[in-house]
């Protein structure tokens, strides 16, 4: 399957919701501590198992996480150490780039989620313990939300109600929020260790799974979130994202500071059924496909960049 090689370390990586073969990667250099950063473009080629760059632009801090429009088909939201959301038009040529440079975090961006229903907005997370709400046309945020007291690592949109969104803490509790109401309307308690991502099961809007540095996996149904739907163990190390499937209500893909990748079914015992090691460094980025059912990449501090279906080997070319 095919792998890029990336100048600096891996930090994030995206499928386009617009063209199956297309992602986005979000690098910085030295590990994100100090250094520069890029996002790059990347297109599966259609003939073999061959990455090509569309594109790559360059920034003076580390990008932390990249997120597409959910609107336009060429336009992507960068988060950046400096604490600045980069937006950039691949349509557009190299020196008309950025096309937006938002900035108001006092600290690093280190998560954003475009919204999938109202497709005109998106969330950033700092480690300033905010988190804010942006649309395109607007040069300041709409809103701030300010309730964790400490660094935000992940925002996710519910995928059915345009509204609710989730955000998940170093604090060790995950919000929800509406952004029609004054304050967060949940909180959940729910590791002891600080919560680095959290995402919304696409097919239930009550559920929502939030990973540790505790090493577990954990699903909420928001109804009643007193105890955890799943618990899932199996990561050596910290879990540093996860990403339910767009296509099968019961999968999620998580990725660890382990250098594995894990797929999990939360609704079977033995609920691990699939762990890809092909990483040599952290595991830090991962996706699914939403147009191409099976179809998954995971970045890492390895600089490399793996796209591969469910059930293949990501080293087999």
Wanted: negative net charge; charged residues 20%.
């Amino acid at each position: 399957m095919p792998v890029f090689k990336t100048p600096f370390n891996g930090y994030s990586v995206r499928f386009s919701p617009f063209y199956e073969s297309r992602l986005a990667v979000a690098t910085a250099q030295n590990f994100g501590i100090l250094g520069n950063g890029r996002v790059h473009v990347i297109d599966l080629a259609p003939t073999g198992p061959v990455i090509n760059e569309l594109v790559a632009f360059d920034t003076a801090d580390g990008v932390y996480d990249v997120a597409w429009s959910e609107s336009h088909d060429s336009v992507l939201a960068a988060a950046i150490a400096d604490g600045s959301i980069k937006v950039y038009d691949t349509a557009l040529p190299p020196q008309s780039n950025p096309v937006r440079s938002l900035k108001e975090h006092a600290r690093e961006v280190h998560g954003l989620d475009y919204n999938p229903t109202r497709r005109d907005s998106f969330l950033s997370a700092s480690w300033d313990d905010s988190v804010k709400l942006w649309t395109l046309d607007r040069p300041a945020s709409l809103r701030t939300f300010r309730e964790h007291a400490y660094c935000v690592y992940s925002v996710a949109w519910n995928p059915k109600h345009a509204d609710v969104f989730a955000s998940a803490s170093g604090d060790c509790t995950v919000r929800i929020w509406d952004v029609r109401e004054p304050g967060s309307t949940m909180i959940i308690p729910g590791h002891e260790h600080e919560i680095l991502s959290c995402d919304w099961n696409k097919y239930d809007e009550c559920l929502i799974a939030t990973a540790s540095v505790d090493k577990s996996i954990k699903i909420w149904d928001v109804r009643n979130y007193r105890v955890p739907v799943s618990v899932l163990n199996g990561h050596g190390y910290a879990v540093r994202k996860i990403k339910f499937s767009p296509h099968r209500r019961n999968l999620l893909v998580s990725c660890s500071y382990d250098m594995t990748v894990c797929l999990w079914d939360f609704m079977v015992e033995d609920a691990l059924v699939g762990r890809y090691d092909h990483h040599t460094e952290f595991a830090v980025g991962v996706d699914l496909s939403v147009l191409v059912d099976g179809l998954m990449a995971s970045t890492g501090w390895d600089e490399l960049v793996y796209v591969w279906q469910q059930g293949m080997d990501p080293r087999a070319s």
